[in-house]
Nanobody, 122 residues
């Protein structure tokens, strides 16, 4: 079992930045690809970004490239999502996920966190 705990969400003005964190106590954390998804009110969950277990491969939703950056620190069992130039349409609950890279990217990951709320005001 892999437990994931997100943090770092909050209220920010448009144009601002936030860094989300997703931590796990699982000793096998470094063997999993990790990813971020988000779900806005009334909308389906959408893929944001993913990173391979060693951090050598990353993937991003096309619409978010250049503004969001995913990274991980396996010594801290933590994956990060740096979000810059935030827009009101980035408002959503952000979830992290863990599994094989292909399953994370497809949204079929076995392990999910509870989410952290991000609100971007205009």
């Amino acid at each position: 079992q892999v437990q994931l705990v997100e943090s770092g969400g909050g209220l920010v003005q448009a144009g601002g930045s936030l860094r989300l964190s997703c931590a796990s106590s699982a000793p096998t954390f470094s063997t999993y690809a990790m990813g971020w998804f988000r779900q806005a009110p009334g909308k389906e969950r959408e893929f944001v970004s993913a990173i391979s277990w060693r951090g050598s491969r990353t993937a991003y939703a096309d619409s978010l490239k250049g503004r969001f950056t995913i990274s991980r620190d396996n010594t801290k069992n933590t994956v990060y999502l740096q979000m810059n130039s935030l827009k009101p349409e980035d408002t959503a609950v952000y979830y992290c996920a863990a599994d094989l890279m292909s399953r994370v990217v497809s949204g079929e990951a076995d392990y999910w966190g509870q989410g952290t709320q991000v609100i971007v005001s205009s």
